[in-house]
């Protein structure tokens, strides 16, 4: 499942609250596309979200087991759906950063990159993700 969230830092704030939210309290996990679309709206979360209200939704938290080493990692279809619509890398330019970056880099101009180093960011922003459990 896709969500696509507009990007201005309030609401990046808001969107990591919801997802707090749902870390204290699993109860409050949404269980259909429907049911995120209200807490995105009770939350003030402007973003999109693919598929039917109908469709199932399922929060998953990582394992906590110390005997398993889970390894999350995009499947093909996934993938390739972000480098198409959001990276882009055919094409030179920044990378697609959400603005709250801006905030760490105090302002800094965002570099221009070439085709590949864009190619070459988003593979090491799966690497990254996928080594530090999306935390």
Known sequence: MRIKLTDDNTNWLNWGKLVNLWIEDSSKRPDSVGALRQQLRDNTVDATVEGTDERAVVVQPYLGNADTLLIMIPNRAMRDKRLAEDIHPEIPGPYPLPLFYDTIFGGA???????QEKL????????????????
């Open 109 to 115: 101009q965002r570099a221009l990159l070439s085709s």
């Open 120 to 135: 070459d960011m988003a593979l090491r922003r799966i690497g990254e993700y996928t080594i530090n459990e999306c935390c």
